[in-house]
């Protein structure tokens, strides 16, 4: 016996077992997907000889046109897929076929549930891929052999589903995979020609090789060998015009070249002419993928020049945060043998990047425009990652905002977030700031003492709880021309919100207190940088400010948690001179006493804003103290 020829059984991959078994159990209402998902591989494998032939043109032996047969046997109760693509060789069936080599699986696997609802759900977002014959097959033979080897070298892997497969060399003349399902009782509906020619139409239509099934044949003048015709259109989708593509044509497509299960939100197809040519088709998916913040997450393009497809995952034609936009460009400048390196980046690649850049904006807007309640589920899923935008792409800065979405005070739902420009459509009279909070989370800002100003005067506040958003507003300077400003941050100036009698009254005041802020100064010494009457107030007795040039909390947060020394930053303690505690104060002559309520204050303002106390023991013994001489 031959090394080629040996028999061998194999174990799946422990995630391959649990895929399976999910699959089987939670897919059975959508059963029929596996044809789409089996003959999207055998048009990757197209794909992939034609790429390696560029170089290789021998691969092609003899160059019989490429294609993928449909076979049916319904007296054996069998299905067959047969290509003449690029193959697996034995090393690549056992590795491809065995295991799922996707960074991340065990957790994705870990986060199933077992309510199979739930897990059908899921799985979508793995995709299901080759596995997915199991669905309808309690057996499933593949028979291949990779271009370029001797036929002797053919490999037939078989399995049942179970917990293993078996390997074995064969004589394999015609190059490609053959992929013979043994139809489980009860699916021998998946023989049937007609049922298969609907089923090739409705999800592979879009695919761009002649996909062919037997010639029904009747009678007795039935031929001897088989008649094959091609029942979809085999032209590569993004070459055809747009008028005659039909929506459910763009979503399997979408399918296919995404391996997401449901459908994209939207896509934008594009066909460019002039100094540059090339197609483009992009996609917003539906949701996100389960490893969306991965670092090695698949990202990019499908590349194809020329037609003929060169890579997938082609990064270099989108930024980072508009990884998650799927798709496909096809150019006609790119050399056919570009390569990663050649596409680092130049003058084509660079037009290319900023163009399919807006154009991916673009589908963005249009979306949100026309379909908000749509854009708000784009938003859940990657509003995070769009908002990674205004620090990675300046050029486009102003386009990117007008797509973020916020909480606010004036939106009581807080279903579809507020956008800057429903913000300034709605500023009032003499308002032409944008004002915005930001903090650990919706309940704590939201009630925030920065906001009583706000409230008083009817003004609206962006309330923004990301992790990311005060990074993000550090690059983020105005909007239609208005600036922002943080609310908790520097001496806030109202302009002309506040009249100028506002004004003056809060002059007097500042001039009066004088003597109470050096007081209050001196109690907290070095924890604050300055002591002054606030106007932000109308319920609170005091607030924390943070230096205008100052990290706040969030920004701290990440850099502590990312190891990262975080520069030493007082806050300014702004009290508000009509609140009683701060006339108790005022009027409080015992030093000692005083300097328990100032801290106290302090301490308060401080959890207000969400910060931790450094001495939380001394908050509670000053209180308690308090506490008993009030009831004394
Ligand atoms: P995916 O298509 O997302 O890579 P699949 O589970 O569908 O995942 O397929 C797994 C792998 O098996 C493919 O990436 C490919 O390497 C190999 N494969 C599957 N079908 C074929 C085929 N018809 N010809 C060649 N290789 C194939
Ligand atoms: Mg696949």
Do not use: C
């Not at 109308?538 to 706040?552: F, R, V, W, Y």
């Not at 520069?567 to 002559?589: C, G, R, T």
């Amino acid at each position: 016996m031959t090394a080629a020829t040996q028999k061998e059984t194999r174990g799946f991959q422990t995630e391959v077992k649990q895929l399976l078994h999910l699959m089987i159990h939670s897919l059975y209402s959508n059963k029929e997907i596996f044809l789409r998902e089996l003959v999207s591989n055998a048009a990757d494998a197209a794909d992939k000889l034609r790429f390696e032939a560029l170089t290789r043109p021998e691969l092609l032996e003899g160059g019989a046109p490429l294609r993928i047969r449909i076979e049916a046997d319904p007296a054996a109760r069998t299905l067959t897929i047969d290509d003449n693509g690029i193959g697996l060789s034995r090393e690549e069936a056992i590795a491809h076929l065995g295991t799922i080599a996707k960074s991340g699986t065990a957790e994705f696997l870990k986060n199933l549930s077992g309510d199979q609802k739930k897990d059908a759900n899921l799985i979508g977002q793995f995709g299901v891929g080759f596995y997915s014959a199991f669905i309808v097959a309690d057996q499933v033979d593949v028979y291949s052999r990779r271009a370029g080897l001797p036929a002797s070298e053919g490999v037939h892997w078989s399995s049942r589903g179970e917990g293993e497969f078996e390997i074995e060399g064969i004589d394999k003349p015609e190059r490609g995979t053959r992929i013979v399902l043994h139809l489980k009782e009860g699916e021998e509906g998946f023989a049937d020609g007609w049922k298969l020619r609907g089923l090739v139409k409705k999800y592979s239509d879009h695919i761009g090789l002649p996909i062919e099934l037997q010639k029904e044949q009747h009678g007795e003048d039935k031929p001897e060998a088989p008649e094959w015709e091609a029942v979809n259109k085999a032209n590569a989708l993004w070459t055809r015009p747009k008028t005659e593509i039909t929506d459910e044509e763009y979503k399997e497509f979408y399918k296919h070249i995404s391996h997401d299960f449901s459908d994209p939100l939207a896509w934008s197809h594009n066909k460019v002419e002039g100094k540059l040519e090339y197609t483009s088709l992009l996609y917003t998916p539906g949701r996100a993928p389960f490893d969306l913040y991965q670092r090695d997450a698949a990202k990019g393009l499908k590349l194809y020049v020329q037609r003929v497809f060169i890579m997938d995952q082609a990064e270099q034609f989108l930024p980072l945060y508009l990884r998650f936009i799927k798709g496909v460009v096809d150019s006609n400048d790119l050399p056919l043998n570009v390569s990663r390196e050649i596409l680092q980046s130049g003058p084509v690649i660079d037009s290319m990047k900023s163009a399919l850049t807006k154009r991916s904006l673009d589908m963005l807007e249009k979306l949100a425009k026309d379909r908000p309640e749509d854009y708000a589920g784009f938003w859940k899923n990657f509003g995070q990652v769009l908002k990674e935008g205004p620090a990675e792409d300046f050029g486009n800065r102003e386009k990117i905002a007008g797509l973020l979405r916020f909480a606010s005070t004036h939106d009581a739902s807080g279903e579809q977030g507020v956008a800057l420009a429903d913000y300034v459509g709605r500023m009032v009279e003499g308002q032409d700031k944008i004002y915005y909070l930001t903090g650990e989370s919706h309940l704590q800002v939201k009630d925030s003492p920065h906001l009583e100003v706000f409230r008083k005067k009817g003004i609206e506040v962006l309330l923004m709880t990301d992790r990311i958003d005060e990074w993000l507003m550090s690059y983020l300077h105005e909007f239609d021309g208005k600036s922002f400003v943080d609310v908790a941050r520097g001496d806030l100036d109202l302009g002309t919100l506040d009249t100028e009698e506002e004004k003056k009254a809060q002059e007097e005041t500042a001039k009066a207190k004088e003597a109470l802020a050096i007081r209050i100064k001196t109690a907290l010494g070095e924890d604050v940088a300055e002591v002054r009457v606030s106007h932000r107030l109308t319920d609170s007795p005091a607030i924390l400010a943070i230096g205008e040039q100052d990290l706040g909390l969030q920004m701290r947060q990440i850099l502590e948690a990312s190891g990262q020394k975080v520069p030493e930053s007082k806050p300014v303690f702004e009290f508000n001179p009509d609140h009683p505690l701060i006339e108790k104060l005022d009027a409080e002559p015992d030093l000692d006493r005083f300097d328990d309520l100032a801290r106290v204050l302090f301490d308060q303002a401080a959890l207000a804003a969400g910060d931790g106390l450094k001495d939380p023991a001394a908050y509670v013994r000053r209180l308690n103290k308090l506490l008993l001489e009030l009831s004394a």
